[in-house]
């Protein structure tokens, strides 16, 4: 099967590099946003992300006629389906995040009227076990008229199959090509002919499994960095109360040949580390015990943070007898999710920033050498410089290890630092 037109549905960090590697590789292709901002951008050659290298590929693969971005899907050999899957609104405090399908529901309804005998339809957004399963039967119901592999097997009219997508942020292109891929397919040929379509541009293996076990995979490598990064945040804990530098212990640890720790931090972050791992214990909440404890870990760590910084204010006043909570001044060092990136969605260090905006009275300065201007949304903080937060604060918050940040040193009394940068 030769896929001549791919589409992808749904344009954001994952789907518009993909669209954008399977363009410059020679596909013709179609993606699909429902948003005409993004998709007017795109058609322009311009990109509304921001990804290293990929503003470059997207304008020459819209200058070649490769890639065209529309609002209403069109008729393809291939469709990946790359939209979000969040979480269900949260009824009661304490309650399990329950995944939200809506948009895989949303992106399937929408390109059944244009599937055609012999197409190809792939769910590459991260979803709970089962989900994949989900989407065929949606297509399924919409499309009485073709016939589906969950009931028809190999003789089925369409291919499906489930591959998550893997890539860390900030290395989207080079980890497109180099990573491996997971291919769950609903039967053999689903996965042969997914197998083929990725490796119009995949150097890495492309290892076939069941949808079931590909979904598993996904969720099972984020929660295992969250479990690992629980680990490295509930130490920092216990070594703030024993009196114990946690970067130090955790380097001398490293040094044994089997021990990896990973780095503590103000929380974990992102959209994908921090959510995954609900799709895990919401299915099995009996049984994901240790994955569940993680995320009560790593959530709960920017409030250690804030509290952190209420003390730091307390001792403020106590040596400055003559100073009120108003005339002290907070810098935030770091806002987005994770070092040398711009991505505010998600960030504890952003939530720890709104927070000690709205408890202090003083000035809450924020350093974010990534972004111009904060988002309106972000109310009493300041966006300033690190060398005016260095000189005019006098609490000093480590909250991101940007580049920016780390060759910089100076002497202060009080200094809270999340990211072991400038101990
Ligand atoms: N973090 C720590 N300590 C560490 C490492 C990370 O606190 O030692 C924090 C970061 O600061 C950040 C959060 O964890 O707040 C997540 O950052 P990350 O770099 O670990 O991961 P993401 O969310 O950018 O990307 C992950 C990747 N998954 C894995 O490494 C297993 C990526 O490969 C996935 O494609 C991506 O999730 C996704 O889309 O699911």
């Given at each position: 099967m030769a896929f001549e037109t791919v589409s992808v549905i749904g344009l954001g960090y994952i789907g518009l590099p993909t669209a954008a590697m399977f363009a410059a590789y020679g596909k013709n292709v179609i993606g699909v946003d429902v948003n005409q901002q993004t998709v007017d951008i795109i058609n322009?050659?311009?990109?509304?992300?921001?990804?290293?290298?990929?503003?470059?590929?997207?304008?020459?693969?819209?200058?070649?006629?490769?890639?065209?971005?529309?609002?209403q899907p069109e008729s393809a050999d291939a469709f990946l389906i790359a939209v979000p899957t969040p979480f269900l609104p949260i009824q009661n405090e304490g309650d399990i995040p329950q995944p939200d399908l809506k948009y895989i529901e949303a992106a399937a309804k929408s390109i059944a009227p244009v599937l055609k005998r012999g197409d190809l339809v792939i769910l590459e957004s991260t979803s709970p076990v089962g989900a994949t399963e989900q989407m065929a039967a949606w297509l399924a119901d919409a499309r009485t008229d073709l016939t589906f592999p969950e009931i028809n097997g190999e003789e089925s009219d369409m291919r499906i199959a489930h591959c998550p997508e893997r890539v860390l942020p900030g290395h989207v292109v080079r980890e497109l090509v180099e990573n491996d891929r997971v291919i769950g397919g609903l039967t053999a040929k689903c996965s042969e002919q997914s197998v083929e379509l990725y490796k119009t541009f995949v150097q890495g293996d492309c290892v076939v499994t069941n949808s079931r076990t590909a979904e598993m995979a996904k969720l099972t490598e984020n929660s295992c960095?969250?479990?690992?990064?629980?680990?490295?945040?509930?130490?920092?804990?216990?070594?703030?109360?024993?009196?114990?530098?946690?970067?130090?212990?955790?380097?001398?640890?490293?040094?044994h040949p089997r021990i990896n720790i990973l780095q503590p931090g103000p929380g974990v972050g992102g959209h994908c580390i921090a959510v995954d791992p609900w799709f895990i214990v919401s299915k099995t909440p009996e049984q994901a015990e240790l994955i569940h404890a993680a995320r009560k870990v790593n959530d709960a760590k920017p409030q250690w943070v804030i509290d952190k910084v209420k003390i730091?204010?307390?001792?403020?006043?106590?040596?400055?007898?003559?100073?009120?909570?108003?005339?002290?001044t907070i810098a935030c060092y770091g806002l987005a999710f994770k070092a040398d990136i711009d991505d505010l969605r998600e960030s504890p260090a952003l939530q720890i920033a709104q927070n000690i905006a709205k408890l202090h009275s003083g000035r809450t300065f924020a350093i974010e050498p990534n972004i111009k201007l904060l988002p309106n949304y972000l109310e009493n903080i300041e966006l300033v410089g690190t060398d005016i937060a260095i000189e005019e604060a006098d609490i000093h918050l480590m909250l991101v290890d940007h580049k920016e940040?780390?060759?910089?040193?100076?002497?202060?009394e009080f200094i809270i630092d999340t990211k072991g940068i400038w101990g």
């Open positions: 322009s050659g311009k990109i509304h992300i921001v990804e290293p290298e990929l503003d470059a590929i997207v304008h020459k693969a819209v200058t070649d006629g490769k890639l065209k971005a529309v609002t960095r969250d479990v690992q990064i629980a680990f490295a945040n509930e130490l920092s804990i216990i070594c703030d109360e024993l009196d114990i530098n946690v970067w130090e212990l955790i380097s001398l640890a490293n040094r730091a204010i307390a001792d403020v006043l106590q040596e400055n007898p003559s100073k009120t909570a108003k005339d002290v940040f780390k060759d910089k040193h100076f002497n202060a």
